[in-house]
């Protein structure tokens, strides 16, 4: 083998690392920018468990300022979120909490004393939830 045969082989080895490199910066962009992308879906996925938290919630706290007696109803529309998403009162906490996609978000309520109450949206029907202030108390039907 003569000199000029190894400074071949040489520049070959510089540039397919060379190559390499650009390839590796190239997928790692791509990795990044589909990253991105997955997280700003799973942030608008949980914007709608949020606004329907503050839907609820909203009704809550209307039924509970307007005094004993007051009802209100609120309508669950069918398909409003995908998959089915579990809404639950806790007196505990004093919130709704929406539990969508194994994550749950929580907003608080004016009132102390809240049934308990679970429900679940529908992919068939709308949910119409009666919402009641009994002396102070609020409580739910019609689910």
Not at 7 to 22: N, P, T, Y
Not at 50 to 72: D, F, H
Not at 116 to 122: A, E, K, L, Y
């Given at each position: 083998?003569?000199?000029?045969?190894?400074?071949?082989?040489?520049?070959?080895?510089?540039?397919?690392?060379?190559?390499?490199?650009?390839?590796?910066?190239?997928?790692?962009?791509?990795?990044?920018?589909?990253?991105?992308?997955?997280?700003?879906?799973?942030?608008?996925?949980m914007g709608?468990?949020?606004?329907?938290?503050?839907?609820?919630?909203?009704?809550?706290?209307?039924?509970?300022?307007?005094?004993?007696?007051?009802?209100?109803?609120?309508t669950l529309?069918?398909?409003?979120?995908?998959?089915?998403?579990?809404?639950?009162?806790?007196?505990?906490?004093?919130?709704?909490?929406?539990?969508?996609?194994?994550?749950?978000?929580?907003?608080?309520?004016?009132?102390?004393?809240?049934?308990?109450?679970?429900?679940?949206?529908?992919?068939?029907?709308?949910?119409?939830?009666?919402?009641?202030?009994?002396?102070?108390?609020?409580?739910?039907?019609?689910?």
């Open positions: 083998m003569n000199k000029l045969d190894l400074d071949k082989k040489g520049q070959l080895s510089a540039e397919l690392l060379f190559v390499s490199l650009i390839a590796l910066v190239i997928m790692g962009t791509m990795l990044s920018l589909v990253g991105g992308e997955l997280n700003q879906l799973n942030t608008a996925d709608k468990a949020r606004t329907l938290g503050e839907k609820m919630a909203g009704a809550i706290n209307a039924v509970y300022v307007n005094g004993n007696g007051y009802s209100a109803n609120l529309p069918v398909n409003i979120t995908d998959p089915v998403t579990t809404i639950r009162t806790n007196d505990t906490t004093d919130s709704v909490d929406v539990i969508y996609n194994g994550k749950t978000v929580s907003v608080k309520v004016i009132p102390k004393n809240i049934n308990n109450f679970d429900i679940s949206t529908s992919k068939t029907t709308d949910r119409v939830i009666t919402i009641k202030n009994e002396n102070g108390v609020i409580k739910f039907q019609g689910y």
